[in-house]
C-alpha cells in the first residue's frame, strides 16, 4: 500500500511533497547552550575545517557538511547534538523559563528533554520520562554528555503518571511528544513505512490521547502543555486533539513557528474536529525542506 | 562485588538519598558528606565551592555520587538524578567524565593540557608516555579548543605515564 497517498487531498503540492520525502536530510546538528556558546562551537568546526551553514529560524541549529556529525571534537564534547531540524520546534514552543518544572513524558533518547533543560539555562527541573528502559539508557548517555544537571529521569507509563516521589504535585509545562507512526521521519529512515498498518494507527492514537489527557492533568492552571508527533495522519494529530477538547480542562493557543506550516485540518474522512485545532501546526518536508511534523499548544485550565 | 564490610549495607540502591551536610549529621556510617565533596574539588583542582552553590550531592548504592542543580526531597526513588559525579568507593576519589567536562572548565590545579594529536589518542582511549611535574593521581585532562582550555575527561597519571579514563561508550576516533 502506497501509504503517503492517503494524504494527498491535504496537501497543495503533493508533487514536491513526493519528491521531498525522497530526498535523504542533511546532517543537522543543535548546540548545547549548558556547554558552549554558538560562536565557539562554531569557531571549533572552523578549526577541524568542517563547512557549516546555520538554520535561520534558529540560530542554535547548524547544517554541517559531513555524514559523521558524531565524529567531531564539538560532539565529543557535548556541544553538540545531531538532531533533525523540525525536531528542535517542540521544545521551543514549550519554552521553560529558569526555575520551572516541565514534564517530557516520552523523553528517550532526549534530543527535545535536554533541550528543553539547555532553554531554561540547565536551572530549571526536567523530569524526563520514558517507558522503555532500553532508549531510556540512551536519554541517560545524552543527558550525562550534553552535561544537563537539572534533569530527573523515571521509568513508566506516562498514561498513569504518578508524581508521587516528588514534592510538588504539579509541572509548570510538559511535552508530549508521542510515539506515533512517524511517516515524517521518512528521510531519515527509508523503511520507516514498511511497518504502517491502519490497526496500529488505531491503537497508538489511543495510547497518544491518554498521554496527552494525563499532562493536561498533571500541569498547573495557566500552564502549556506542547503536543508533537512525526506523522500526517490525522488520526494521531487533530483528532487526539479533538479528544481531549471535548474532555479536558484546557484550549488550544497560537504559537509563533519561524518554519513554513499549514494549519491543523479540521475535518478528515468524514470526521469533523473542533474550529481550533486550525491553531496547531502542519510541517510538511517540502516546505522547508526538513522532515515532516505536527505541534500543537495547549493552556491548561481557564 | 561485595559490600564493603564499614556498615554500608544500609546504603540503598534502590532510592537517591541527599549527602548529608557533615559527619556529625551523618546517619550511614562511611557516606561522603558535602562538606567533604566540596573540599575534594577544592583541594585536589581548585573548584571553588561556589560553583556547586546550586548543587545538591546525592548518592545512589554503591559510593557513586550524583550532582544535581536544584533541590528536592530525600529519599528519592527514580532512574537519575543530575549527572554522576563522583565515584567515593576506593581510597582515591575518582571524578567522572561528565563531571570533568561539566565543572572542570573551572579547575586551576592538577589540569594537564595536551597536544592537538596526544588529545586524539586521549579521547580514543589509548595510554601514553606524558611529561608532567606535577602530582600523581586522576587529573583532568584538557586540550585547547576554539579559543580556550577545554576539558576532555580523567586520565591517571602514574610513573610517566598517562592513562585515559575515558568510558568505552565516550571513546571517539577523531
Redo the contacts between chains.
Keep these: 500500500m502506497d501509504v503517503l497517498s492517503r494524504y494527498e487531498p491535504l496537501i497543495d503540492d503533493f508533487g514536491a511533497f513526493r519528491a521531498a520525502c525522497e530526498r535523504p536530510l542533511p546532517s543537522v546538528v543543535r548546540v548545547n547552550g549548558i556547554k558552549a556558546t554558538p560562536e565557539r562551537a562554531r569557531t571549533a568546526l572552523e578549526e577541524e575545517g568542517i563547512d557549516y551553514e546555520p538554520c535561520e529560524w534558529h540560530p542554535r541549529l547548524l547544517r554541517l557538511d559531513t555524514d559523521h556529525p558524531g565524529r567531531t571534537w564539538g560532539a565529543f564534547h557535548g556541544w553538540f547534538h545531531g538532531q533533525e531540524e523540525v525536531s528542535a520546534l517542540p521544545a521551543r514552543v514549550c519554552d521553560p523559563e529558569p526555575g520551572e518544572r516541565v514534564w517530557a513524558a516520552c523523553a528517550a533518547p532526549g534530543g527535545k528533554a535536554t533541550q528543553l533543560a539547555a532553554r531554561a539555562d540547565d536551572a530549571g527541573l526536567v523530569v524526563a520520562n520514558d517507558r522503555n528502559l532500553g532508549r531510556l539508557s540512551a536519554l541517560r548517555f545524552n543527558a550525562e554528555r550534553l552535561g544537563v544537571t537539572s534533569m530527573a529521569v523515571t521509568n513508566r507509563d506516562a498514561r498513569n503518571y504518578s508524581l508521587a516521589p516528588f514534592d510538588f504535585d504539579a509541572f509548570d509545562r510538559s511535552l508530549c511528544d508521542v510515539p506515533c507512526s512517524c511517516e515524517g521521519t521518512i528521510r531519515k529512515n527509508p523503511d520507516a513505512l514498511d511497518q504502517w498498518s491502519v490497526g496500529y494507527l488505531d491503537e497508538i492514537a489511543s495510547t497518544q490521547e491518554a498521554i496527552l489527557r494525563r499532562a493536561i492533568q498533571a500541569t498547573r492552571s495557566g500552564g502549556a502543555v506542547v503536543y508533537s508527533t512525526c506523522t500526517f495522519a490525522p488520526e494521531e494529530n487533530e483528532a487526539v486533539l479533538d479528544g481531549v477538547l471535548d474532555s479536558e480542562n484546557c484550549r488550544l493557543v497560537d504559537f509563533n513557528c519561524a518554519l513554513d506550516s499549514r494549519p491543523g485540518i479540521t475535518e478528515w474522512e468524514g470526521e469533523r474536529f473542533d474550529p481550533s485545532v486550525e491553531r496547531a501546526k502542519r510541517i510538511y518536508p517540502h516546505l522547508n525542506d526538513t522532515g515532516g511534523f505536527f505541534c500543537a499548544k495547549l493552556e491548561v485550565g481557564g | 562485588m561485595s559490600e564493603p564490610s564499614d556498615g554500608l549495607a544500609e546504603n540503598d540502591g534502590t532510592q537517591f538519598a541527599r549527602l548529608p551536610a557533615t559527619a556529625a549529621e551523618r546517619e550511614i556510617a562511611g557516606r561522603a558528606t558535602r562538606e567533604a565533596v566540596l573540599e575534594f574539588w577544592d583541594e585536589r583542582y581548585g573548584i571553588d565551592s561556589t560553583v556547586f552553590a ?2 545538591t550531592f546525592w548518592e545512589k548504592g554503591s559510593r557513586k555520587l550524583w ?4 533541590e ?2 530525600s529519599p ?9 559525579f563522583l565515584r567515593t568507593r576506593q581510597e582515591h576519589w575518582k571524578p567522572t567524565t ?1 563531571a570533568v ?2 565543572f572542570g572548565r573551572h579547575a586551576s590545579r592538577n589540569v594537564l593540557t595536551l597536544s592537538r594529536e596526544a588529545a586524539r589518542r586521549f ?1 580514543a582511549g589509548e595510554d601514553q608516555e606524558i611529561e608532567w611535574d606535577g602530582d600523581w593521581g586522576y587529573l583532568i585532562v584538557a586540550h585547547d ?4 582550555r ?1 576539558p ?1 575527561g580523567v586520565g591517571l597519571y602514574l610513573h610517566g605515564e598517562l592513562r585515559s579514563q575515558i568510558p568505552k ?2 571513546r ?3
Design positions: 546550586d548543587y550532582a544535581f542543580r536544584g528536592i526531597d528519592i526513588a527514580i532512574e537519575s538524578l543530575g549527572i554522576t561528565d567536562q561539566r579521547v579548543l576554539a579559543g580556550a577545554e576532555l561508550g565516550r571517539r576516533e577523531l
